[in-house]
């Protein structure tokens, strides 16, 4: 056996493992045919790597080790929790949801001429214990009693009911929210946004809607939720997983469709995206994520969609971008956003 | 979910994503430990107690590499404070002497079987100097990469290298002697 270089060994574990480039794996193959050595000692490392046994999964063993820490833990954490994060809403100290599984919920709506209606019908004294918001191009995170996450996109409102956490968990959103919602099959939680109320049933969601758009829109990615609309039992849609409804302000028709999950949540990443909007309701997003009024110059604009995904990046960028491939044109007056143009 | 978003959910107090962080190093870390040659019992205390200094410190907590080569490095400092503290854990695990007498007397036809190939390995890997076994462990079976072993064992990347090199030298002498 002969030896060989450190270098040609770790080229050689380099491509077991396919961490190597392309050249050096021609390099590595040209070798392997033409050099004995080389030869050789590939064949006793790759003996020795195929031998390779997968970590033990020792699932029952990591399981009881967890519990004895966490209730090593909940002895340590018994004095009660500081308020973290951005927001100063009430927290309660979560006593041991081992693997309770959260639901998600991806809540986005809107309807700028719904909004005094809905503060109007709301029976004085029930809710609006907790009120939090959100300005242009904020996020904010906040966390409920319950531990429910509720992720607020810019522009936005959200309420909770004051009775939250007894009987049922009932929040009021005015914007764009994604929730990840702790289970409860004892208290449904009720997402209302205008005319449109989203039930979690199940144990893993995500709904959407838009806000100050002309469509409400509930998405599903897991498990069932059940969205009522204008509180009428024969309207009521029962989602499936893949599944979006829609519900159109302007005729009040729902519909159920497919969607992709980038397309909802990408936001939560600093991604804004547009999927099929109509040029009214992309400059409301612009308006939203850059805080800056947006203006369409052009009506014949309004019959356009748009559907594209943006990194986070400049006003100016995202319209070159989107001037590139459509036939419009936009300056700025003073701080407002003028669009003018026509459909492709 | 990645590492560092479960990290960040746990610098807010979010104790599930603190156990899927458990459950997810529990195995590598908790076999770290045996090939360090700490037994379960004391691999589980070390473990657990990584996890709680994670909890205890998770606001002030800034981890400069990776999560990984964080929780890594947390235990082998532990399990190096724990050998010295009991001067007899240094000794290899008991079976350590058995198998060294008959590792040279293995059948030709076992070897062929991975399972047997993949003991003779781990056999081979005991025979190493200590450092070399634990940086070839590492890297064969934990999958760690060169820096982020230097890392946790606080030693040069070229350092690590030398040690898989020899390891495999090594190796394949011994491969050789019982082909």
Known sequence: MAYMDEHHYLLII??????????????LLQKVQTDKDFSEAF????????????????????????????????????APRKVTGTDQNPKIVKLRPVLAIAASVLILTGVVWFYNARINNKPAGTFALIETHTVAGQMKKIDLPDG?????????????????????????????????????????????????ATQVLGTHFNVSAYQNDSNIIVSLIQGKVQVDINNDPSKRIILDPGKQMTY??????????????????????????FNYDSWTDAAKKLSRWYGVPVQLEDSTLLRCKLKGTFDNIPLSKVMEQIKMVSDISWKMQGNTMIISGKCN | MEDIELLSKVKTDDREAFDSLFLRYYPLLS????????????????????????????????????????????????????????QKLQLLPEEY??????????????????????????RFAEELPEQGKVVFLMNWQHQLEHHEIAEILNISVNTVRTHIYRAINYFRKRLLSVK
């Open chain 1, 248 to 273: 159109s302000q302007n005729d009040h028709q729902a519909h159920v469709t497919d969607f992709t999950i980038e397309d909802i949540t990408g936001w939560k990443v600093n991604k804004l995206v």
């Open chain 1, 148 to 196: 429910t996450v509720v992720t607020l996109n810019a522009a936005s409102k959200l309420r909770v009911a004051g009775n939250f956490d007894n009987e049922k968990r009932e929040v009021y959103l005015d914007g764009e929210a994604f929730f990840d919602v702790k289970r409860d099959p004892q208290k449904p939680f009720i997402v209302h946004t205008g005319k449109v």
């Open chain 1, 14 to 27: 380099g491509y077991l493992e396919g961490k190597i480039t392309e050249e050096e794996t021609q390099y």
């Open chain 2, 31 to 86: 076999d770290f430990c045996r090939f360090l040659g700490i037994g379960d019992d004391d691999g589980e205390d070390i473990v657990a107690d990584v996890f709680l200094d994670l909890w205890i410190k998770r606001e002030r907590l800034y981890i400069h590499t990776s999560l990984k080569s964080y929780l890594y490095g947390a235990v082998k400092n532990k399990v190096y404070a724990l050998k010295r503290q009991n």
């Open chain 2, 97 to 122: 002497a058995s198998d060294q007498a008959i590792s040279d007397h293995l059948h030709p036809d076992e070897i062929l079987v991975k399972k047997e190939r993949l003991k003779m390995i781990e």
């Open chain 1, 43 to 78: 064949e006793d490392i790759a003996e020795i790597w195929s031998a390779r046994k997968p970590v033990p999964n020792n699932g029952n063993r990591a399981n009881d080790a967890l519990y004895r820490l966490n209730r090593k833990i909940d002895q340590l954490d018994t």
